[in-house]
């Protein structure tokens, strides 16, 4: 069996002949502690933290780093001098008042997640493909500019749509360019298969926004080949999980806001007092209805 992209991706970046669980998780406890020794030096937002871990299971002793802390401390969590950074996300997240999360990127960080764009998009396109880009195009350093220099470098050609266009713009882009995959939210994909019909792409990749199950399936049906999902820094949680209401309602049902892997450590999920971020996690009335068992 072939190896997948994402596997090669990082035994190239860590100079790997393979790569096992074992690997990785010892090469993230490096980063880590690496990471937390350097804070340590620099007095910053993390001073007070540990100078390194143990082991990773360590990891769920350390605070979380909430919505606020973000809002207020960016500036104090920079590993570098502002004038390296490229670019700049800021979130003005729904339900939040007050100052919105700013994280910087530097030109390394931008270098990274090409890198990463490229094992992923070069799973469902390569050399001589043509990807229509429905994300934001907003100079330098944005996401659509970061996902068409990835195609680029695989031998691929950008088709850059933009984001917010209409199902008609759509449409007479994909006439005019004959794209054979697409990168787009899956409510803006699903909606634009149905007034172009199967056939239109070969494949297609959606991030953005969270893609429940049903939608998932009503893209795969039309498309007829398997979709491909890309959960980025929204959809991980800069967008809705650090919002200081989720975290007020965990504090009144005695629940902690995890991640995906800490909540997997604490056995189970959304039913042993956690509330654990994934893709559904989207309002507080999901995270009501997960309580709830629905």
């Known amino acids: 069996m072939q190896a997948a992209r994402i596997d090669r991706y990082i035994k190239k970046q860590e100079g790997l002949d393979s790569l096992t ?20 030096l620099r007095n910053g937002f993390y001073k007070d933290l540990p100078g390194g871990l143990g082991s990773l ?35 003005h997240t ?13 030109e390394g960080d931008c270098e990274d997640t090409i890198g ?21 195009f907003s100079g330098p350093g944005s996401l659509g500019e970061l996902i068409a220099e990835a195609i680029r470098r695989i031998g691929g050609s950008p088709i850059r749509a ?20 697409c990168v787009a939210m899956p409510v803006q994909l699903l909606s634009t298969l149905r007034v172009c019909g199967r056939g239109t792409l070969r494949s297609a990749l959606v991030s953005g926004d969270s893609c429940p199950a049903p939608i998932a399936e009503m893209i795969e049906g039309i498309l007829g080949s398997r979709l491909f999902h890309h959960y980025g820094t929204r959809e991980m949680g800069l ?9 007020q309602l965990a504090d009144q049902v005695g629940a ?23 893709f559904r996690v989207r309002s507080l009335d999901t995270v009501l209805r997960i309580l709830a068992g629905g």
């Open 94 to 106: 729904s339900g939040t008042t007050g100052r919105a999360k700013r994280v910087f990127y530097s």
């Open 57 to 91: 299971g360590e990891l769920k002793e350390l605070p979380f780093t909430t919505g606020r802390d973000v809002a207020e401390n960016a500036a104090g969590m920079l590993m570098t001098s502002q004038a390296d950074i490229r670019k700049i996300i800021t979130e």
């Open 239 to 247: 967008g809705g999980a650090l919002d200081r209401q989720l975290n």
């Open 256 to 278: 902690r806001v995890l991640t995906r892997d800490v909540g997997h450590d604490v056995g189970g999920g959304f039913g042993s007092n956690g509330i654990v971020i994934d």
């Open 21 to 40: 669980r074992e690997d990785i998780e010892r090469i993230q406890l490096e980063k880590l502690n690496r990471l937390l020794g350097a804070q340590r």
């Open 116 to 136: 990463l764009f490229m094992a992923g998009l070069g799973e469902m396109t390569g050399a001589g493909g043509r990807v229509m880009i429905c994300m934001p």
């Open 162 to 181: 933009g984001a917010g266009l209409s199902y008609g713009a759509m449409k007479e882009i994909m006439e005019r360019h004959r794209p054979d995959s």
